[in-house]
């Protein structure tokens, strides 16, 4: 089974579980490895254990730990990004518009709109006022240029991942 | 006997905390759930659940007709607010006073006279407290708050008069500033505390935040109960708080000044519940006063965990008169050093908040932790509440011990499915500055311990995910 992981910014990792050897009927251990360029990097053995209901791993059969127990993750956390969890097939179609400083980085109120259509702005430059939890956080321009499109009016909620602007760079 | 019932007007870790105490002392303790949080796992230690309708908090948790209501349809002797929300609320106080309902928290006058920036510092001033040089009372436009800012020196702090919890205050190093700011820190202010004011500041250089918590009853006793370094802040606001203070030290002169200037002030005011009263102190060990959180505070527990004093349960006792248990002030002892940090829905690096759904959620701690929460898997974390999910207390003889333990139970916590602060605060608890003691309130922004976070894609950790899910199609 292979299982892809893609970040907001496209960053990929494409893991394949390459061998499954049953030990006992409470030790099974899985070869794992990750796909670069058509090649198996990172081989590693991970051995799992249930132990008083709760899985443990270890990858050396010596030393366990224990894993917070999760059902099938849609997402995997790593440190400060996250991974959307794609398993046996890779996504197609994902958005390739979102220019990443437009697009809502959490869910938010917009409390107010700081530019209009046909703005020139400087890379920088506040465009927006997002309010979440209680705090004002200015959207900022990640580039200079003109402001094409607006798709937001102020005091609308907002999910995570909503474009809120599109900017027409200068060359 | 008439068993009392008290309503907790609030939700999550503290909501739980509350729920605890009433237990404790044998009250009926009753929750509240809301549409838009179907899964308030605080309700698990609650005796009654009730409804409170509304699509957010302004319609529930910040409705005082409302709340009144429930309490009313309910039977409630009293209401205990928590921190945020209604907590500081004056006019929420007096309205349950009125129907005949206790506040757990001080008397409406205390809270007024605390809870507006300008009126506290005058207060603290007649009582001989000394206080931050800046505007007593509101500056209404830019150009008043720029000629102030002129007379007492850049940088000063541009903070909402109804303030706390670190919003609505920004500073300003410049004219510019603060006409940039002005509109924002209103605007913030108004959203936050409902109250657009704002005072300009003078703003202390490597400033400690040191705070005295105090509890009174209603018979004018007044007691301290040492005091809590807060320095470790981002956004101004804090992140890790620890009891004694390192700053203060073994300079016990000082601490006993401190402690006695917060009583001081506590009485000055009428105070009768359990209150923080929060000054800045200087590199120069000089305190100010800054302000007084007529509420329990989200960093209650290291204060319990150095004194043994279960404050919640002292505050519903003095709320309905009875006595605290505590002799005299003398019976106030500590010992041993304790540590909070919070665990924040946020990222690491920026600190932004960042919500999202637990996806799994497991400790193991070491001996000794107190982990106060409202965890579960499946939590989803929303932007209409505050972005922290939970606190971890260690406690150790010396800082050294809560120090080791504390760095323990981080590793021994684990929060998957959101991102959390857990990665930084493990940074700064390994950090060389924050170990030696040797820290203020610009830590984060001097040493930037973010930036030292191992952000290396960690391919055994997903391979021992992805084997704990694999190892399910064997039916195990």
Same mark, same amino acid.
């Given at each position: 089974?292979?299982?892809? /992981?893609?970040?907001?910014?496209?960053?990929?990792?494409?893991?394949?579980?390459?061998?499954?050897?049953?030990?006992?009927?409470?030790?099974?251990?899985?070869?794992?490895?990750?796909?670069?360029?058509?090649?198996?990097?990172?081989?590693?053995?991970?051995?799992?254990?249930?132990?008083?209901?709760?899985?443990?791993?270890?990858?050396?059969?010596?030393?366990?730990?224990?894993?917070?127990?999760?059902?099938?993750?849609?997402?995997? +956390?790593?440190?400060?990004?996250?991974?959307?969890?794609?398993?046996?097939?890779?996504?197609?179609?994902?958005?390739?518009?979102?220019?990443?400083?437009?697009?809502?980085?959490?869910?938010?109120?917009?409390?107010?709109?700081?530019?209009?259509?046909?703005?020139?702005?400087?890379? @920088?430059?506040?465009?927006?006022?997002?309010?979440?939890?209680?705090?004002?956080?200015?959207?900022?321009?990640?580039?200079?240029?003109?402001?094409?499109?607006?798709?937001?009016?102020?005091?609308?909620?907002?999910?995570?991942?909503?474009?809120?602007?599109?900017?027409?760079?200068?060359? | 006997?008439?068993?009392?019932?008290?309503?907790?007007?609030?939700?999550?870790?503290?909501?739980?905390?509350?729920?605890?105490?009433?237990?404790?002392?044998?009250?009926?303790?009753?929750?509240?759930?809301? !549409?838009?949080?179907?899964?308030?796992?605080?309700?698990?230690?609650?005796?009654?659940?009730?409804?409170?309708?509304?699509?957010?908090?302004?319609?529930?948790?910040?409705?005082?007709?409302?709340?009144?209501? +429930?309490?009313?349809?309910?039977?409630? !002797?009293?209401?205990?607010?928590?921190?945020?929300?209604?907590?500081?609320?004056?006019?929420?106080?007096?309205?349950?006073?009125?129907?005949?309902?206790?506040?757990?928290?001080?008397?409406?006058?205390?809270?007024?006279?605390?809870?507006?920036?300008?009126?506290?510092?005058?207060?603290?001033?007649?009582?001989?407290?000394?206080?931050?040089?800046?505007?007593?009372?509101?500056?209404?436009?830019?150009?008043?708050?720029?000629?102030?800012?002129?007379?007492?020196?850049?940088?000063?702090?541009?903070?909402?008069?109804?303030?706390?919890?670190?919003?609505?205050?920004?500073?300003?190093?410049?004219?510019?500033?603060?006409?940039?700011?002005?509109?924002?820190?209103?605007?913030?202010?108004?959203?936050?505390?409902?109250?657009?004011?704002?005072?300009?500041?003078?703003?202390?250089?490597?400033?400690?935040?040191?705070?005295?918590?105090?509890?009174?009853?209603?018979?004018?006793?007044?007691?301290?109960?040492?005091?809590?370094?807060?320095?470790?802040?981002?956004?101004?606001?804090?992140?890790?708080?620890?009891?004694?203070?390192?700053?203060?030290?073994?300079?016990?002169?000082?601490?006993?000044?401190?402690?006695?200037?917060?009583?001081?002030?506590?009485?000055?005011?009428?105070?009768?519940?359990?209150?923080?009263?929060?000054?800045?102190?200087?590199?120069?060990?000089?305190?100010?006063?800054?302000?007084?959180?007529?509420?329990?505070?989200?960093?209650?527990?290291?204060?319990?965990?150095?004194?043994?004093?279960? +404050?919640?349960?002292?505050?519903?006792?003095?709320?309905?008169?009875?006595?605290?248990?505590?002799?005299?002030?003398?019976?106030?002892?500590?010992?041993?050093?304790?540590?909070?940090?919070?665990?924040?829905?946020? !990222?690491?690096?920026?600190?932004?908040?960042?919500?999202?759904?637990?996806? @799994?959620?497991?400790?193991?701690?070491?001996?000794?932790?107190?982990?106060?929460?409202?965890?579960?898997?499946? /939590?989803?974390?929303?932007?209409?509440? !505050?972005?922290?999910?939970?606190? +971890?207390?260690?406690?150790?003889?010396?800082?050294?011990?809560?120090?080791?333990?504390?760095?323990?139970?981080?590793?021994?916590?684990?929060?998957?499915?959101?991102?959390?602060?857990?990665?930084?605060?493990?940074?700064?608890?390994?950090?060389?500055?924050?170990?030696?003691?040797?820290?203020?309130?610009?830590?984060?922004?001097?040493?930037?311990?973010?930036?030292?976070?191992?952000?290396?894609?960690?391919?055994?950790?997903?391979?021992?995910?992805?084997?704990?899910?694999?190892?399910?199609?064997?039916?195990?």
């Amino acid at each position: 089974m292979r299982t892809y /992981l893609i970040d907001k910014d496209k960053n990929e990792h494409c893991i394949d579980l390459k061998k499954t050897i049953v030990h006992s009927s409470e030790l099974v251990e899985f070869e794992f490895a990750t796909v670069v360029d058509g090649h198996d990097t990172n081989v590693e053995h991970v051995f799992v254990r249930r132990l008083a209901g709760q899985y443990f791993v270890s990858m050396d059969n010596i030393h366990w730990k224990k894993l917070a127990r999760q059902e099938l993750p849609k997402v995997f +956390l790593n440190v400060n990004r996250l991974y959307n969890v794609y398993r046996g097939y890779k996504p197609s179609g994902m958005d390739s518009s979102a220019d990443s400083g437009l697009v809502t980085q959490m869910p938010g109120k917009v409390v107010k709109i700081a530019v209009k259509v046909g703005d020139q702005v400087q890379k @920088g430059q506040t465009l927006l006022i997002l309010e979440a939890m209680k705090m004002e956080n200015e959207v900022k321009s990640n580039a200079d240029g003109i402001v094409k499109e607006i798709f937001v009016g102020e005091g609308q909620a907002l999910e995570q991942g909503v474009a809120m602007m599109t900017l027409e760079e200068k060359p | 006997m008439n068993t009392k019932r008290i309503l907790i007007a609030n939700r999550g870790e503290i909501a739980t905390r509350i729920a605890r105490a009433c237990r404790e002392l044998g009250y009926k303790s009753v929750g509240i759930w809301t !549409d838009f949080e179907v899964n308030a796992k605080h309700l698990e230690f609650c005796d009654e659940w009730v409804f409170l309708p509304g699509k957010n908090n302004r319609e529930t948790y910040l409705d005082i007709q409302k709340l009144l209501k +429930l309490a009313e349809d309910h039977r409630i !002797d009293g209401i205990h607010p928590g921190y945020g929300f209604l907590s500081e609320n004056g006019a929420f106080a007096l309205a349950c006073e009125q129907a005949g309902i206790v506040f757990i928290g001080p008397n409406p006058k205390a809270i007024k006279a605390m809870g507006d920036k300008a009126t506290s510092k005058e207060i603290a001033k007649k009582a001989g407290v000394p206080v931050v040089p800046g505007s007593t009372q509101a500056v209404p436009t830019v150009d008043e708050a720029i000629k102030i800012a002129k007379q007492i020196g850049y940088p000063v702090l541009l903070k909402a008069v109804a303030g706390g919890g670190g919003r609505g205050m920004r500073r300003c190093d410049s004219d510019q500033d603060i006409v940039k700011n002005f509109e924002a820190v209103g605007r913030e202010a108004l959203a936050s505390f409902a109250n657009a004011e704002l005072l300009v500041e003078k703003y202390i250089l490597n400033p400690h935040h040191i705070e005295v918590q105090i509890l009174a009853d209603k018979k004018g006793n007044v007691f301290h109960f040492f005091e809590r370094e807060c320095s470790i802040q981002r956004r101004h606001q804090k992140i890790i708080e620890e009891a004694p203070s390192p700053f203060v030290g073994e300079d016990e002169e000082l601490r006993k000044r401190l402690c006695d200037t917060a009583v001081i002030l506590a009485r000055a005011v009428g105070y009768d519940s359990a209150g923080t009263v929060e000054f800045v102190m200087g590199a120069d060990r000089n305190f100010y006063f800054l302000e007084m959180n007529t509420r329990i505070q989200v960093e209650h527990p290291i204060t319990e965990e150095i004194t043994g004093v279960d +404050l919640i349960v002292c505050m519903i006792q003095g709320a309905f008169g009875e006595s605290l248990g505590i002799p005299s002030q003398e019976w106030i002892k500590r010992t041993g050093h304790a540590i909070e940090c919070r665990i924040c829905a946020e !990222d690491p690096i920026t600190m932004l908040p960042a919500p999202g759904k637990v996806t @799994g959620f497991e400790t193991n701690f070491p001996q000794g932790t107190r982990f106060d929460n409202c965890l579960y898997k499946g /939590l989803q974390v929303t932007p209409d509440f !505050d972005p922290m999910v939970g606190k +971890l207390v260690t406690k150790g003889i010396i800082r050294d011990v809560a120090l080791r333990k504390m760095r323990a139970a981080l590793d021994g916590l684990f929060i998957e499915g959101l991102k959390t602060n857990i990665p930084l605060l493990k940074e700064i608890l390994r950090e060389e500055h924050f170990i030696s003691g040797h820290y203020n309130t610009n830590y984060i922004a001097e040493y930037k311990p973010q930036e030292k976070i191992n952000t290396d894609f960690d391919h055994q950790r997903v391979y021992q995910v992805l084997a704990t899910i694999e190892v399910r199609r064997f039916g195990r």
